[in-house]
């Protein structure tokens, strides 16, 4: 599992011999706190729009910030660890700022992907990939299945 966490120092390397290789870079990026069904379904049809499935993974003080105070439910280094024990991952890297930029900008991703809670046009780098020909892509939601929903029903303020 180690072998598929990647580190800044390390990204340009790896990309580099992806691209050499031409294999057809697909990234996403989330906070991934709780993983589910919805997550899951979300992951397996982003690893099938290329050969190589690279997710960003909001560090604990990114989480905070979106998330706000009680998030994560889970800390950074176990949520590295759940995502890439997934067979369709082919790697994660960590992220503190609050959104993914920089490491599409450093990937130049050949499909980004998020869920379909967000439109295309409002997807954090459509901008960049779209410039050198990259395709953006927003995949159908899983209604129902959140980390939102899940952490409401906890609580008990959800009985769905």
């Known amino acids: 599992m180690t072998d598929k966490i990647l580190y800044k120092n390390s ?3 790896i990309v580099k011999r992806l691209r050499k290789n031409k294999k057809t870079i697909v ?9 589910h069904r919805g997550h899951i379904e979300y992951l397996k049809k982003a ?10 993974l909001n560090a604990d003080r990114s989480v ?13 280094s176990d949520r590295l660890i759940i995502i ?20 599409i900008k450093q990937i130049k991703p050949d ?3 998020k869920g379909g809670d967000w439109l295309k046009e409002n997807i954090v780098g459509n901008n960049v990939v779209s410039s050198y020909g990259g395709k953006v892509l927003s995949i159908p939601y899983l209604q129902g ?3 939102s929903n899940i952490i409401s029903k906890i609580c008990g303020k959800n009985n769905t």
Not at 27 to 35: A, H
Request: one cysteine or more.
């Open 145 to 147: 299945k959140s980390t």
């Open 27 to 35: 990234f996403t990026n989330g906070c991934f706190d709780i993983l």
């Open 111 to 113: 499909v980004l992907v």
């Open 11 to 13: 990204l340009n390397g």
């Open 47 to 56: 690893k099938k729009l290329g050969d190589i499935l690279i997710v960003g």
């Open 64 to 76: 905070k910030r979106i998330k706000g105070e009680g998030r994560p439910i889970q800390k950074q």
């Open 84 to 103: 890439t024990s997934l067979s369709f991952v082919d790697y994660a890297i960590l992220f503190n700022e609050s959104t993914p930029i920089n490491l």
